[in-house]
């Protein structure tokens, strides 16, 4: 009897990240841009897309995939908003992976599309360790949440490209500390953009809408109308 | 919770290995993979979950070594490059926040031990 040691080296992320390629693909082919909102359960994710679409839609063509454990209520409070939005139920699972990400997509009508927006699964983890070959990931953090947050799920903070920092109307009521949280996320990472919303009053949501245009436009496909407000 | 999934290809990559011809009659003892703390991976969800997908598969019984890789980092300004720990990614020589991060994020299978039959026990 003998021992052998085999060496490997092999990545376990790289099922996912040839998924992830395909996606990535399939978006550059039809000149598409996807961003992946990532955010806990309850940060206000459903809530500040239902306070874009009328604006957003006028500037962008975008289908929405919501990601949830269970139940149709994020995708059917879009569908009352005649948001063109398919439902990805991953049945206890925390996180979208790839690959249903791109079954998905072949359902979407995508010549006629600017903008896909993915709603991931409510979870601070787990959906920021699969790429799913998002344009770009957006960090959703609602002030109710404690300043601490960006500190303790570094991974998001790092790979995101904005912060849509939600229920900014309710800082007045509470212990949160705005120069905290942003120097938190500062340290994690330096040039990451935070936009101060509220869904609720409606402050900042402009911006919000701005910044995924210009996303668009960056991808060269619609190129956005001048800014107005 | 992502570790079943980690977990799930894992699994798949060891049985995919040891379908190698060479594997034959190999028994596996232990397996070593290297997670990156980025990664936020519980070591006991995943040796549970390796347990479990294992179970009547040729890996069932193989010990589970895990290697915490720590967050490496190059600085895009000065050109420093080094581990660090406490979770502020900007450089320790220059204080700069524009560091690149070369490290941490990896999720590999380093390793399998293998027990092998020598010829003399055929």
């Known amino acids: 009897m003998g021992r052998t040691t085999i060496n490997v080296y092999r990545n376990l992320m790289g099922s996912n990240e040839k998924w992830a390629e395909r996606v990535r693909r399939l978006l550059g082919d039809n000149g598409l841009v996807m961003i992946n909102m990532i955010g806990s359960p309850g940060s206000g994710k459903t809530t500040l897309l239902e306070a874009s679409v009328n604006a957003l839609r006028e500037r962008v063509a975008f289908a929405v995939l919501e990601g949830d454990v269970a139940t149709l209520n994020d995708a059917e409070r879009l569908h009352r908003l005649g948001v063109r939005v398919s439902q990805l139920l991953t049945d206890g699972g925390c996180h979208l992976q790839a690959r249903m990400?791109?079954?998905?997509?072949?359902?979407?009508?995508?010549?006629?599309?600017?903008?896909?927006?993915?709603?991931?699964?409510?979870?601070?983890?787990?959906?920021?360790?699969?790429?799913?070959?998002?344009?770009?990931?957006?960090?959703?953090?609602?002030?109710?949440?404690?300043?601490?947050?960006?500190?303790?799920?570094?991974?998001?903070?790092?790979?995101?490209?904005?912060?849509?920092?939600?229920?900014?109307?309710?800082?007045?009521?509470?212990?949160?500390?705005?120069?905290?949280?942003?120097?938190?996320?500062?340290?994690?990472?330096?040039?990451?953009?935070?936009?101060?919303?509220?869904?609720?009053?409606?402050?900042?949501?402009?911006?919000?809408?701005?910044?995924?245009?210009?996303?668009?436009?960056?991808?060269?496909?619609?190129?956005?109308?001048?800014?107005?407000? | 919770m992502h570790e079943l999934a980690v977990c799930q290809e894992l699994v798949a990559a060891i049985l995919s290995e040891m379908r190698r011809p060479d594997f034959a009659g190999a028994h596996l003892r232990s397996v070593r993979v290297r997670v990156g703390v980025l990664r936020q991976i519980e070591h006991e969800s995943l040796r549970f979950a390796y347990e479990v997908l294992t179970q009547d598969t040729p890996a069932a019984g193989s010990a589970l070594e895990i290697v915490t890789a720590p967050v490496s980092v190059r600085c895009r300004v000065c050109g420093w490059s080094g581990e660090i720990h406490d979770r502020i990614f900007a450089c320790p020589a220059c204080g700069a926040g524009d560091v690149e991060v070369t490290g941490g994020g990896e999720v590999i299978l380093e390793s399998l031990e293998l027990e092998c039959n020598g010829p003399d026990d055929h």
């Open chain 1, 101 to 229: 990400v791109y079954r998905a997509l072949e359902d979407l009508p995508l010549e006629h599309l600017d903008l896909v927006i993915v709603e991931n699964v409510g979870n601070l983890v787990c959906p920021a360790q699969f790429d799913i070959g998002e344009t770009a990931k957006v960090a959703v953090l609602s002030v109710t949440e404690g300043e601490d947050k960006p500190a303790k799920y570094p991974m998001l903070f790092r790979e995101a490209r904005v912060v849509a920092l939600t229920k900014c109307d309710l800082v007045p009521h509470l212990p949160f500390r705005m120069d905290v949280c942003l120097e938190q996320i500062r340290r994690i990472n330096a040039s990451l953009p935070v936009l101060q919303v509220s869904a609720l009053t409606g402050d900042g949501v402009g911006a919000w809408i701005g910044w995924l245009a210009g996303l668009v436009a960056e991808a060269g496909k619609s190129p956005p109308q001048p800014a107005c407000g």
